[in-house]
């Protein structure tokens, strides 16, 4: 049992080589204790995780900015195509990933988590502002979202400027970090591939996109 980080481990290959003789070099299983708990008066056991997957947006509409004075309602602006790329993937009204994200949730899976959802409040573990509501505002869809269902977050943007420096001007590209949680039992090949086709497909506007 090891208990660092389980995609960034520093010290698995040095347990498994120090301690060879101990362990053995035919290892069946490695547990990994990061997943966290909800109260320590119970022994908890995650059965699932969710998988990750990430990419880069680009979006491009002109060799430089332009003062929105000239180009406001002429330009496509590129942030407003990348979210209509985007649109492709998730339905921005309710948060949904599109179907090829989905999967069909194990009975026993399904079971555990309307179960948990009924010792443990989702909602109370994360720090929301008092009055805003979860996605669902209901505690077991909660729980499920946060170990089956497919989402999608934007964590990292360049080319839009601060709002204490940006100015009249039309950006000329953007660049969008996304990451996309995946149901454990989720394809991630087969995902990232309709990712990088949905976003990358017919551009609006005849802009330059990559993904």
């Known amino acids: 049992m090891e208990a660092d980080e389980e995609s960034g481990s520093e010290d698995m290959d040095y347990y498994l080589e120090t301690l060879a003789d101990v362990i053995g070099t035919d290892v069946k299983m490695i547990w990994i204790v990061d997943s966290g708990c909800f109260t320590f008066d119970t022994f908890w056991l995650t059965t699932s995780l969710r998988g990750h997957c990430c990419h880069k947006l680009e979006v491009e509409v002109s060799k430089q900015g332009i003062h929105s004075g000239l180009g406001g309602g002429v330009i496509p602006h590129p942030f407003r195509i990348a979210t209509l790329l985007l649109n492709r993937i998730q339905d921005q009204q ?4 599109t179907e090829p994200f989905q ?4 009975t026993d899976r399904y079971r555990e988590c309307v179960q948990t959802a009924q ?13 805003v509501k979860t996605v669902s505002n209901d505690q077991v869809k909660d ?10 977050a934007i964590t990292g943007i360049d080319g839009i ?11 000329s590209k953007i660049a969008l970090k996304i990451a996309t949680r995946l149901p454990p039992t989720g394809n ?13 497909r017919d551009p609006p506007y005849g802009a330059k996109v990559k993904c």
């Open 94 to 97: 309710t948060g949904q990933m």
């Open 103 to 106: 999967v069909n949730i194990p």
């Open 119 to 131: 010792l443990i409040s989702t909602k109370e573990q994360l720090p929301l502002l008092p009055g």
């Open 143 to 152: 729980f499920i979202a946060q170990c089956w269902m497919p989402a999608l």
């Open 161 to 171: 400027p601060s709002t204490e420096n940006g100015g009249n001007v039309i950006v």
């Open 188 to 200: 991630s090949k087969e995902t990232s591939d309709y990712v990088i086709q949905e976003l990358s």
